[in-house]
């Protein structure tokens, strides 16, 4: 089946591929790589890139990335700039690094504001993280000012709980409810009871580490488990002859460097049995480390 064909409907009507690739890349990787590897991934089809200015790569990911609309692009706000007053401004210049007029969704990276400036993560001379004060409902509505601009076609969230969404969902004056929720989601952290309020007010919940992560010193608890080296995973790809990626990634589609293997999860169904086995890896543990 066409991964290409393979979207859900948002709840603006717009449509969201179901597999992205994510252009994240740790520091010591030439960010010439970032551009190749992108490449790649639309070579072998994926029409999802998923980015974000705290990567610093959107320049080398917007050269030829995006020659045609077919591309499917979407972009994060970072903490630095929830001020509303800096919310278009930081859309713009990453439309402008991407070489695009628009993107097809832009979301709140995370509901925590952090001291605006050139610094990704100001501190302070003890090193320690230096907070903003700023309600997300304001940033909010500064995004929805930049989708009735048509700098963005959709807008939404990450790393946010139910409390914090319902905050916006309840916000005096909404004019656009958040399309999607994307977080940490694998197996081993399988957000259920997010994932059902989720659904239940027509937010999509996007999994980000569906394969767990890649072992970032500073970033990632490099004491977890290594979710594919699970037994469980290995078990059910054989049964499918499959791979454990493959098995993790439609994991989460039956549930509401591996770029050629992303796209075989189209090819087959876990059964019921295989579902309740996986639901049971769970441990509610995060890979991702707060700064």
Known sequence: MDPKSQCLELNDGHLIPVLGFGTYAPEEVPKS????????????????????HLYQKEEQVGQKTYSTRQRWGCGCLWATFLRPELVQPALEKSLKNLQLDYVDLYIIHFPVALKPGDELLPRDENGKIIMDTVDF??????????????LTKSIGVSNFNH?????????????????????ECHPYFNQSKLLDFCKSNDIVLVANAA???????GWVNLNHPVLLEDPVLHA??????????????????????????NLQVFDFEL?????KAI????????????P
């Open 279 to 290: 639901d049971g890896l769970n441990r509610n543990m995060r890979y991702y480390l707060a």
């Open 271 to 275: 059964t019921t049995e295989d579902m």
């Open 137 to 150: 409902c304001h940033t909010w509505e500064a995004l929805e000012k930049c989708k009735d601009a048509g």
């Open 163 to 183: 409390q914090q969404l319902e905050r916006i969902l309840n916000k005096p004056g909404l004019k656009y409810k958040p399309v999607c929720n994307q977080v």
């Open 33 to 52: 790589e970032a551009l190749e590897a992108t490449k790649y991934a639309i070579e072998v089809g994926f029409c999802h890139i998923d980015g974000a």
């Open 236 to 261: 059910i790809a054989k049964k499918h002859k499959q791979t454990s990626a493959v098995i993790a990634l439609r994991y989460q589609l039956q549930r509401g460097k591996r770029i050629k293997e």
């Open 211 to 217: 394969l767990g992560s890649q072992r970032l010193k």
